[in-house]
């Protein structure tokens, strides 16, 4: 049971480019969230998912897009990265929505 | 809407003493409140968690924390801190009016001097 997996764990894209982060949990939680944590800042969220097929806005969603075409996966996509977007990226899956499984988290650099 | 906040971005105690982290939330309705640790280059883990019942809860690592409607607090403490201890603390607030979703505090880094 490897509970929630995230690659890659390290990337740095220019400015412009795109990536997608991925997610995948093995817990058959149907709650699946995107994180970002920026110091001193705590995690916002960027959006999240309440099963398959089915996708909201969290807090700071612009710039991002998610799909969730299956229980265990949910991928993150970033289009035309800007160094705003640099971070730590964490994905967290839950059976109830507040009680929520972490990553090891994707640090990204965009320069 | 929620907010949480957390009075000090960083606190050091020595090995041995007492760990108190402060955690001040805002709700509208009864609240869920959580604390979560992350260890360097890590993610979060759940230390402890109140929703319904006895205010005082106890967590893993002999953590414990309790919930204060009348203060709106959720502080974390532990009698004696160890060097294993030192890491990020988050609290984090949920409620049903929020569907549920954690909003998360800053986060204090615990350092912990030999």
């Known amino acids: 049971n490897a509970g929630v997996t995230q690659t890659p764990k390290f990337r740095i894209l220019k400015i412009g480019q795109s990536m997608t982060l991925q997610c995948t949990q093995d817990?058959?939680?149907?709650?699946m969230y995107w994180y970002r944590q920026d110091p001193g800042m705590g995690l916002k969220l960027i959006y999240y998912?309440?099963?398959?097929?089915?996708?909201d806005k969290g807090e700071v969603p612009n710039g991002y897009n998610v799909s969730r075409s299956t229980t265990e996966d949910f991928p993150l996509r970033l289009e035309l990265a800007a160094p705003s977007q640099t971070s730590v990226y964490f994905c967290a899956s839950s059976y109830l929505p507040s009680e929520q499984y972490f990553g090891p988290g994707t640090r990204l650099t965009v320069t | 809407a929620q907010s949480v906040t957390q009075l000090g971005s960083h606190v050091s105690v020595s090995e041995g003493a007492l760990v108190l982290l402060r955690c001040n939330y805002s709700s509208s309705v009864p609240p869920y409140l959580f604390w979560y640790v992350q260890y360097p280059n890590q993610g979060l883990q759940l230390l402890l968690k109140y929703t319904t019942g006895a205010t005082l809860v106890k967590g893993i690592n002999g953590f414990e924390a309790e919930f204060k409607k009348s203060e709106t607090s959720f502080h974390l403490t532990k009698p004696s801190a160890h060097m294993s201890d030192a890491a990020e603390y988050f609290c984090a607030v949920s409620d049903d009016n929020a569907g549920n979703m954690l909003t998360f505090g800053g986060g204090t880094r615990l350092m912990v001097k030999p």
């Open positions: 817990m058959n939680h149907n709650y």
């Open positions: 998912s309440v099963g398959a097929g089915i996708t």
